[in-house]
Structure formats: C-alpha cells, structure tokens
C-alpha cells in the first residue's frame, strides 16, 4: 500500500536531462574537408551527444578558418544548446578554431577549457598549447576541443558530469 501523497506525484526534476535538445557538431580539418584522409573525431563526439540524450545534426566537416565560424553561425541559428568542434586549436598558421569561435560567445567558461587541459596533461604535455575556449552564445553552450580522438575524450570526460546543469542554467534554470 503505497503512504498518502505519493499516488500521481510529479516526478522530481533530474538535473542533467537533456532529451530533446539540440546539438551540433564541427570538425575543422583541411585535409578531412578535402577527402583526404577521414575524420575520426566527429562520430566519438555524436556518440556522446547521443547516449546523452541530444538530438544530433549531422557533423560537418569544414576547412580550418573562417568556414569554422560560418559553421558554428548556421548551428546557431537552428536553436542548439551545444556545439561541439574539434580540431583547430594548436599553434599552427591554419589553426584557427579559437580565433573564429570567441567572436561568437557572449560568455567565456574558463573553468571548463582549464578542466579539459588539466585532464589532458594527465597524458601528455602537448594539451597544455590547445587554444581553445568554452562558453555561451545565446542559450547554446560552445566549446572547442582538440583534432585528436584522445582530447576529445578527454574534453567529454570533464563534460559528462555538468553537461545537463549546464544546459539548464543557459536556458534559465536557477538549481544549483
């Protein structure tokens, strides 16, 4: 026999659950762009978006430079709550990731970029020259990861745990 006040109670809300939400993916890569060789980023992150609940638009796989931005700008106008890049970041002319994505973001999340170098130092001391940034646009939440499948799992690793509430204090909520 179940005790007064439970029969048809609302389920309590559950920080982190993004069913429904949108996500976009971008590689930067010259040489994926132009067929060279294949990407092997862009479906590590689809999967993590999808086991997490989002709905994710088809990854798009752009030269280094401006057709980065122009990527992330048409994510952006579909309403996403995460775009998620990868590659561009290092040192080299042609990385450019960073220099394309900060002009977008309303709010730097500088935690979240330190969180994912330190995460990566673990490995190797290279993470440490990765550029890029965390942060808002609007309601969606971007970030830059590295070109390489193990920095790109090491930037979801830090994402997985916040990744909901992040979502939810960008759309308004207020839980802590």
Request: glycine share 14%.
């Amino acid at each position: 026999m179940s005790s007064p006040g439970t029969l048809n109670a609302p389920e309590p809300h559950r920080h982190g659950d993004v069913q429904g939400r949108k996500a976009g993916v971008v590689i930067a890569s010259t040489r994926a762009a132009a067929g060279i060789y294949d990407d092997e980023t862009g479906p590590v992150i689809t999967d993590w978006l999808t086991e997490h609940g989002f709905d994710v638009f088809p990854v798009m796989v752009v030269p280094d430079g401006e057709p980065v931005g122009a990527a992330i700008r048409a994510l952006l106008t579909q309403r996403t709550a995460v775009v998620i890049t990868s590659g561009g970041t290092g040192l080299s002319p042609d990385d450019r990731t960073p220099d394309v994505t900060l002009p977008l973001l309303d709010r730097e999340i500088p935690g979240i970029m330190e969180a994912v170098r330190r995460a990566g130092a673990t490995k190797t001391p290279l993470a440490a020259l990765s550029r890029g940034y965390a942060g808002a646009a609007g309601t969606t939440f971007i970030i830059n990861l590295p070109g390489s499948p193990k920095g790109v799992m090491d930037g979801l690793t830090v994402l997985d745990p916040v990744i909901g509430h992040l979502c939810d204090q960008l759309e308004g909520g207020h839980g802590h």
